[in-house]
């Protein structure tokens, strides 16, 4: 780690209090003395917690927690050495002679740079050692004082009392300031997790839970047990244990529980103590006499001696050797040797008077003196009521045999489902999206921890998302620590997490050109600290993360600078040496060029991964790259060749806006209007014709008839100076779409006819939808216009264009047809009804909301056609939701004129009545189907009784319709008219009407519309 890094850094500051004063009335000699003795005490307290010193400052010490090797539990190291020191000084000023000295102590926790250097001298960068130095002047003499950054980091493990928000020298914010007291003694992470927020609802684990029940059915049969409990930090071995014990509450049992401390290891029979104490049942406030006497009568109870008990046990519990009790006159060691056999023979003596359970945990942490009792006890308690529950982290190796009566339970990472439980049990009341789940479960790969700790920080950030890589401070430390153990791997991890979520040996290698076999045990031991998983052997082999968190993790301790320089170097090396990967992936290319800073190649891979992307249909992700390319491509300087780049990205987001949020969604509009200026700007007809017709397809959409109509006739004046296939399709869609929509049905065919040469150009199918909705609205036209054969031939032709395997062009394409099919046309509800559950489905599938609302409309006119009307209101009114959602106000009109009928047949007459007049205001200038929107009202009207008015909105729609030679509408129209004339004796009229209108058609005879005519007219006949 030649330049630096960047750490979480916890940092100690102590110093004495009027040392000036003091030393002024000693002398020097004895003064440096004094220092050196309070130097000396201050180290060894700080050496015990893992604190490294980093200077001392005349009689000031400055410490480091988490660096030079970060530990899971810095920031209370840190506190506890504090406290440390303050004792240690305490016991100085015992000494008689000693000056009394005080010390304060501040402490505090951020992020910082460590640069240059090595080991001890390395220099700090950042806020923290300031602050610490701070906060050190502002506490009380004989005090520590930590700020709120420490105090999230050690909450529930110390009484603190609260001193309240403080303005220190030099810095800018008040900061709240904590007194350390004492420890609170609540054992470990869970227990204080437990006791200051409550626990996270238990989930999963039923067989590990299955096991320890079964293992201790067969201890209460007097079988012992021992069961060992494995599995990484925060993967929930004391949650597992905690459970168990809550579980057989029920059976009486005696429970005793300690855990071996990182800050004991050293410590002869520490968990033992404890064991001890629990197993006494001491509560802490009893004298040193109730406390021997309960240590009597418990011996005899299990069975042994307290003569030859007492005194071996009574040092190990503090407790002071009464007189009856002669002194042992045995060697230390023959004492040790003596105590461990009253320690084991103990254990199954109290299991004789109740069942009992001992959990001791975190051995890999055990001091050896205790290993070698637990490995007594697992040799021996095989015979007694006794259940031996012991956890450790993965990296301990049990020193006894396997046996019989043995167990290991290695925890796995949670599923994703139980996952997705915790973080919804986590975030309680605030629901978070399905992304922020989502991301959670990917980001902490299933350790419980990670998953509570990251869900909590994503609340606090009150943002309820997961933004970039941002580590949760509260996990920074276990993480850093996971990195830190690794040694020469932790250097090769960090290439790994700069290449990305996964990478191929071969990818690193060539990034990190190390001796094969130093890479490949590197990565082995990556893999046996359950960091990353293998696929494959290497060379061939490829690596993943577990957890994305341990990636970032890796990929934030590297210096900017240094993380820059690599993703160059992987850019390069993909460039220059994988052309496959290269081939098929310019967005992994595009992100490390990014990274580097490298704007040019990265806006080149952008635009070609968007490219890619498209052709492989993944429009979201080629809309992404396309975006990326030209957010980059704004940070180049002015020129037109820039311009021009700009120019041609903004067409194909445009068209990937269409795709992914609809032609009328407002994105599209500002990135179609930047795109005219910049053609504008360059005078480029092609372009400018282009884009006039974009934005006239964006104004259509959105329902500004007026405006795209004369979009569509400004593209029609300047098609034959551009001259291009493509532009003259455009141009001849774009007359379709807004001459049909004014009523002008007519022109839209001679338009269509006129772009029929046009549309196999291949340019113009490109552009998404373009080809399918002009032989749509062709369809419909025709239909209208009384062809129901030509629309028919015309809907093959948009079954033949959607035969590739563009989802979009599939969905658009089974959307028109359903519409065409729909009620509102051809009548022919099989087919609607199933093409439009189809749209739906694929649209919703692939996200493209523009359809699926069109969809669901028409399947919701279907629905209500076939008496399901509350389900058809149902859909059409979540459709006409959602197209106002994305702009799409042009069938707005329409699917509420629908929705009135649909309301109708639901029996909700008023209501329908309602509907259809705000229906007839909503799309006036669309006048293609207001013939039909009449007859729906006329329809309305007579089943309110208002027999006059109905006919009249039928006489209005029959003329409307003449004036477009909308020959279908005239016929349905006529037949409503016709069944209000029979009722009111007009039956000559009526037949006259109707057979004039039906003579007129040739073709269609089979269409349900025309058969209803034919029965009508016959029974009109007769
Ligand atoms: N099955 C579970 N259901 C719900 N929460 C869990 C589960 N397992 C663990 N947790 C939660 O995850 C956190 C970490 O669990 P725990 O403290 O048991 O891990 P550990 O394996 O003992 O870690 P360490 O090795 O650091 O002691 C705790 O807050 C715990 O409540
Ligand atoms: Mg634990």
Known sequence: MPEGERRHLTVLFCDLVGSTEIASHLDPEDWREIVAGYHHAAAEAIERFGGSVAQYLGDGVMVYFGYPEAHDNDAERAARAGLAILDAITKLNETREHPKLAARVGIDSGPVVVGGGSGKEADVFGDTPNIAARVQAAAEPGTVVITDAVHRLVSGLFVVEDRGAQALKGIEQPIQLYRVVQPSGVRGRLQAVAAVRGLTPFVAREDELRSLMNRWERALDGEGQVVLIIGEAGIGKSRLIQRFHEQIAGTPHTWVEAAAGAFHQNTPFYPVTELLGELLAWRGNESTEEQLAQLESALELAGLKSAEAVPLLAPLLNLPLPAKYPPLALSADQQRRRLLATLVEWAPGAARVQPIIIATEDLHWADPSTLELLQLLVEQGATARLLLLYTARPEFRAPWPPRAHHTQITLNRLSARNVRTMVEEVAARVALSAATVAAVVERTGGVPLFVEELTRAVLESGEAKIIGRKIPVTLHDSLMARLDKLGPAKEVIQVGAVIGGEFSYELLHAVHPIPEEDLQGALRSLADAELLYVRGLAPEATYQFKHALIQDAAYEALLKSRRRDLHRLVASTINDQFPALNEAHPEVLARHWTEAGEIEPAIAEWSRAGEVARAHHAFTEALESYQRALALLNLLPESAERDLRELELRQSEVQMLWVTRGYAAPENRAATERA???????????????????????????????????????????????????????????????????????????????????????????????????????????????????????????????????????????????????????????????????????????????????????????????????????????????????????????????????????????????????????????????????????????????????????????????????????????MSLARLLVKHCRRDEASAMLAEIYNWFTEGFDTADLKDAKALLDELVN
């Open 676 to 974: 005219v200026v910049l053609a504008e700007k360059s005078g480029n007809l092609t372009q400018l014709v282009n884009l006039m017709i974009s934005r006239g397809v964006n104004a259509f959409s959105s329902s500004d008839l007026l405006f795209a109509s004369a979009l569509a006739d400004q593209a029609l004046e300047l098609a034959p100076r551009e001259g291009s296939s493509n532009v003259f399709a455009r141009t001849h869609m774009l007359q379709i779409l807004t001459r049909r929509f004014r009523g002008d049905l007519s022109g839209a065919e001679e338009h269509f006819i006129a772009g029929l040469k046009f549309f196999d150009d291949p340019e113009f199918k490109h552009f998404p939808g373009a080809a399918v909705v002009s032989f749509a609205h062709a369809s419909l036209n025709a239909w209208t216009l009384g062809r129901a054969d030509v629309a028919r031939e015309r809907e093959n032709r948009i079954v033949e264009i959607a035969e590739g395997n563009n989802p979009f062009e599939i969905a658009w394409s089974t959307y028109n047809r359903a519409l065409l099919r729909s009620s509102a046309y051809m009548r022919d509800h099989q087919q609607a009804e199933a093409l439009a559950e189809r749209a739906l489905e694929l649209s919703e599938k692939n996200q493209f909301p523009n359809v699926a609302a069109y969809s669901r409309c028409v399947l919701g006119i279907e629905r209500a056609g076939i008496g399901r009307a509350s389900e058809g209101i149902a859909l059409i009114r979540q459709g006409l939701t959602d197209l106002l959602a994305v702009e799409a106000r042009l069938g707005i009109g329409t699917f509420t004129a629908y929705l009135a009928a649909a309301k109708a047949q639901a029996g909700a007459i008023i209501d329908a009545l309602a509907t259809i007049e705000e229906a007839l205001r909503t799309n006036p200038d669309q006048l293609f189907n207001r013939p039909e929107m009449l007859r729906i009202r006329g329809e309305l009207r007579l089943k309110h009784e208002e027999t006059e008015v109905a006919e009249a909105d039928f006489r209005e729609a029959i003329a409307l319709a003449r004036t477009m030679s909308a020959k279908a509408w005239e016929l349905r129209t006529t």
